[in-house]
């Protein structure tokens, strides 16, 4: 469990870092190794990506944390066999004057942590949204709750606000938390049965209990045969007879005392309880831990948008669109024309380019009648073409061009200028008018594409006037 | 270019948004768009595969630029229409490496490759004799050809591009590459399989696959939002302040850092979301999410160890107790349980009253605890309800975008607009339910997995019907 914790740690930090590589390569790279997965759960799927990854390993962190929860439950083991042993020191303390008192021994050693054990059960089994209530008390004198908080003050470790900085992580952490605990708690009882272990073998020690209410001895064997019973039939000397109760109940005042051996005969129950109700449970709640802690492990590796999208990368078809080398928009070269306004006189020369306007949409452009039109067209071959510019060269040193503003400048527009200027000089003022007659101006970001065309032909004489 | 595959050429005038539909339609931000004509200089190929297979592939080309002298080199070299095909081919291999036809050139090496043509024009502008040329010259190819109507602006002319098209390409359709809706480009796909029999079926193939790809979209895009959600719905600050400081300044500092954390953090949501419809370098621009400080769970404690002071007098008293039951024990209880009860009140004051010196102890260099000032999360009833109905927004919007268009994504919910009286509720009640357990404080992978399905089913809505509220923006 520990290499996929590490791995799910590994993972997840790869995973999120992994969201600035290219789109595409993850499609492609993810689904080239699915296609060599074999369908199965999903975290085993997770893992087998990771497998075929193969990331440096000097990029990870995984091995750190988990060395370091590790240690952690080194030193909690350890802590909890201190306590206990101290504990037990204390508890079984025989000056030889008063009997240990069984149901004091017994009710500190073994029902308080019975009591939490209890307690933890409680608030895994409550309903959502009581379990805080209580949870919260028991954090205090939670040992799990103690080495989270030294891994994140010490190390740095966030490990509970979520191994993997994911708040839906919680399920990790609360097992997490609740496995510390076992470990604590199983070095605590392991302590207490080696002092007693101890104390039994190479001191005497002497049990007895004791009671201010009018108790029949039967009633306290009751009870104690009750809890022996889960050893009863196959250790049947570790359960107290009649006889041995009765022995051993004692009174402060009384100064008639039972022989320590008789007393001593409690050693074998006192253990077997401390074993089965303090040892025991642990020991089967860590295995729980345990298992639930591998399960959450591995829901790491199952739930979250990174492996929900991870599996589909690895199993889905990748659809994808290969798309070429990009292009980048031309840059604009050569000197844009000098901007002008419209002016329509009786002796220049229009030409109408494409039928950019009709003869009564010009009427509309000057207050008069313009002689010398001519509509010139793309589709007009470059004979025709220049037989409309003779037409035009008699007029004045200006001619103006009105071409639809909607439509750029074709190279073919370029060559018609080009055309112009062999046929009536470099003299000729040209003087360009993009119009729009679905509107009443050109849009300026057309006049700019416009401008930006006859720029490329470094034309002195080429002007761009806007109409109205 | 694998002419085994369907492939079409996006031909065209320039300017006409032959980029625009092949951005769309390849779902690909990249494509230069520009005003400028020429931008595209060079016959660029986008081949759609799945699993490496290609399906079909478009071809943005650039747009004519002498198409009267073309055709008039056409028609020099035949008459017959049998030899119009093989004409445009000599006049590629003629003009191969002359400057005047490298526009002409790029366009029509892959119609005589096999490709299909898709003539694009503008509807929104009015038609024109010089498009004859053009629309004359693919019809000399001999290739399947349709017709699309991009609308780029306002103005309709659809009327009479109809009407001269339809002389010229046997199928005319509107598409309108900037607003397109998934569903409408799925249709035009299938009408691409109409101008070939054989090209149907990969096609179709292809539209089957997209139309799963956005269905896992939707999904991943929940997943994500609902990972989100989590994170600022359990969000808090914590930092160890100054025992005498200025309190307010502090909660004032940490709730700025908790407001910029959930900020940040939901940005982050939207550009993965984006990322997840391949919308890379999608501009966004979004009303900030308002959080007040009435808004905010505060809480200060001296912490040691991560034990606040309560906690530490708690444990304080449960360890003097221990230890003064020990000597109750070692007087066999003749104390009279005295020891675990002074013991109690001792560990208990002690760990009260000392919890501040304890905290400013210093172990290796770190002190062991100190003045834990926490800010967060935010317990606003309706806050959960905000970032998930700004989460939907912008999913919608991203979803519902092409990849043409690139304004800026307008993000703005007002925080006293619910956007979920429009949904069904059963739904709103499930999703009521998963966002109480998000914001529990532990939330765990059955929460996520639960959130998540229902923010799934919440994104099959279109909170576009809300349109009409002025307090949403869902126009970008």
Redesign the interface.
């Known amino acids: 469990m520990r290499a996929l914790l590490a791995s799910a740690i590994d993972i997840l930090d790869w995973l999120e870092s992994d969201?600035t590589t290219d789109?595409r390569d993850r499609v492609?790279r993810d689904?080239r190794i699915g296609k060599t997965i074999v369908q199965g759960p999903r975290y085993k799927q997770v893992l087998a990506w990771w497998a075929a990854i193969a990331p440096p390993e000097d990029s990870l962190s995984g091995e750190r944390i988990v060395a370091l929860l590790g240690l952690s439950n080194g030193v909690l083991a350890l802590i909890g066999t201190l306590l206990g042993a101290s504990?037990a020191a204390?508890?079984f303390?025989y000056?030889g004057?008063?009997p240990v008192?069984l149901f004091?021994l017994l009710g500190?050693l073994v029902g308080l942590p019975l009591v939490m054990l209890a307690a933890s059960l409680l608030a895994l089994v409550l309903p959502?949204?009581q379990?805080?209530s209580v949870f919260d008390?028991l954090?205090?004198?939670n040992p799990g709750?103690?080495a989270?908080?030294?891994l994140?003050?010490?190390h740095g470790v966030s490990l509970f606000a979520s191994v993997s900085k994911?708040?839906?992580?919680?399920?990790f952490a609360?097992w997490q938390l609740i496995a510390f605990s076992q470990t604590f708690t199983i070095g605590y009882f392991a302590g207490v049965l080696i002092i007693a272990f101890m104390l039994v073998v190479f001191t005497d020690l002497a049990f007895g209990w004791?009671t201010t209410l009018k108790t029949d001895a039967t009633v306290v064997q009751g009870i104690l045969k009750g809890i022996a019973t889960p050893w009863a039939h196959w250790m049947p000397a570790a359960v107290p007879d009649e006889t041995l109760i009765e022995a051993s109940r004692f009174y402060?005042l009384d100064e008639t005392a039972t022989s320590s051996a008789t007393l001593g005969q409690w050693w074998s129950f006192v253990l077997m309880t401390i074993m089965v109700y303090g040892l025991a449970p642990r020991l089967i709640m860590a295995l729980i831990a345990s298992w639930q802690l591998n399960r959450a492990t591995r829901?790491?590796l199952?739930?979250?948008?990174e492996i929900?999208?991870l599996i589909?990368r690895l199993r889905?078809?990748?659809?994808?669109?290969?798309?070429?080398d990009?292009?980048?928009?031309?840059a604009?070269t050569g000197k844009p024309p000098l901007a002008t306004v419209l002016e329509l006189t009786d002796d220049c020369g229009v030409a109408i380019w494409?039928?950019a306007v009709t003869s009564e949409a010009l009427g509309r452009l000057r207050s008069g009648p313009v002689t010398r039109v001519e509509f010139i067209?793309?589709?007009?071959?470059a004979q025709a073409q220049r037989e409309h510019l003779r037409a035009l060269a008699a007029s004045d040193h200006r001619l103006v061009i009105l071409t639809?503003g909607?439509?750029?400048?074709?190279?073919?527009f370029l060559?018609f200028i080009s055309l112009i200027r062999e046929e009536l000089g470099h003299d000729v003022v040209l003087v360009v008018v993009p119009l729009d007659?679905?509107r009443t101006e050109v849009r300026p970001?057309d006049r700019?594409?416009w401008s930006?065309?006859l720029a490329r032909l470094d034309d002195a004489n080429l002007l761009v006037a806007s109409a109205v | 270019m694998n002419q085994r595959i369907p492939t079409f050429a996006v031909v065209g005038h320039p300017n006409k948004g032959k980029s625009s539909i092949v951005a769309t339609l390849a779902e690909d931000d990249e494509v230069a768009i520009s005003a400028t004509p020429g931008t595209t200089r060079k016959a660029m190929v986008h081949t759609f595969s799945i699993d490496g297979e290609a399906q079909y592939a478009l071809v943005d080309t650039p747009g004519f630029q002498r198409p009267g002298e073309l055709l008039a080199w056409l028609r020099s070299r035949t008459d017959s229409a049998s030899d119009r095909p093989g004409a445009i081919a000599a006049f590629i291999r003629t003009h191969a490496d002359d400057p005047r036809f490298v526009d002409e050139c790029e366009l029509l090496r892959p119609l005589v490759a096999g490709a299909g043509i898709l003539y694009v024009v503008d509807g929104a502008k009015p038609y024109g004799p010089e498009y004859e040329l053009e629309m004359e010259i693919l019809q000399w190819t001999g290739r399947p050809r349709m017709a699309l109507i991009n609308m780029i602006g306002s103005g309709d002319h659809q009327a009479s591009w109809k009407r001269a098209l339809g002389q010229y390409f046997a199928i005319v359709r509107v598409f309108d590459a900037m607003h397109s809706d998934f569903d409408k480009r799925t249709s035009l796909l299938r009408a691409f399989g109409e101008l070939d029999e054989q090209w149907r079926a990969p096609l179709e193939r292809a539209v089957v696959e997209l139309e799963r790809e956005r269905s896992r979209r939707r999904q991943r895009s929940a997943a994500e939002i609902a990972d989100c959600l989590i994170e600022c719905l359990t969000h808090c600050e914590r930092d160890t302040v100054a025992d005498k400081g200025d309190t307010e300044n502090d909660k004032a500092r940490l709730s700025r850092r908790l407001l910029n954390h959930i900020r940040k953090r939901e940005r982050q949501s939207f550009e993965r979301v984006a990322g997840i419809y391949r919308h890379e370098r999608l501009a966004r621009e979004s009303t900030e999410t308002e959080i007040l400080d009435a808004d905010l769970f505060t809480s200060e404690n001296w912490e040691v160890f991560g034990l606040s002071q309560s906690q530490l007098a708690v444990t304080g008293a449960l360890s003097g107790a221990a230890a003064g039951g020990g000597v109750d024990l070692l007087l066999g209880g003749a104390s009279l349980l005295l020891g675990a009860g002074i013991g109690a009140i001792v560990g208990g004051v002690t760990g009260w009253l000392g919890s501040g010196e304890l905290a400013r102890t210093r172990v290796l260099g770190n002190t062991l605890g100190g003045r834990v000032l926490q800010v967060g999360p935010v317990k606003a009833v309706n806050f959960p309800w905000v970032l998930l109905g700004r989460a939907w927004l912008h999913q919608h919007l991203v979803s519902e975008r092409n990849h043409a268009y690139r304004d800026a994504v307008i993000v703005a919910v007002r925080s006293d607009t619910n956007l979920m009286d429009s949904i069904p509720d059963a739904l709103r009640r499930a999703l009521g339910d998963s966002l109480r357990r998000a914001s529990s404080g532990a939330p765990d992978d059955q929460t996520y997995q639960k959130l998540s399905a229902n923010i799934d089913a919440l994104l099959g809505h279109d909170p576009a019907t809300l349109d009409h509220d002025p307090a949403i923006t869902t126009a970008d």
Do not use: C, H
């Not at chain 1, 199952?302 to 948008?305: D, H, I, N, R, S």
């Not at chain 1, 990009?326 to 031309?330: G, I, V, Y």
């Not at chain 1, 909607?406 to 073919?412: F, H, Q, S, V, Y």
């Open positions: 969201a789109a492609d689904r504990m204390a508890v303390s000056q004057d008063y008192n004091a500190i959502f949204g379990r805080a008390p954090r205090v004198i709750r103690w989270g908080s030294w994140e003050r010490q994911r708040a839906r992580a919680s399920r609360r004791s402060r829901r790491l199952e739930a979250g948008p929900d999208a589909d889905t078809p990748a659809v994808t669109f290969e798309s070429p990009r292009q980048d928009a031309p604009t494409n039928e067209a793309e589709w007009e071959s639809k909607w439509e750029p400048p074709l190279l073919a060559d007659t679905t970001e700019e594409v930006n065309a």
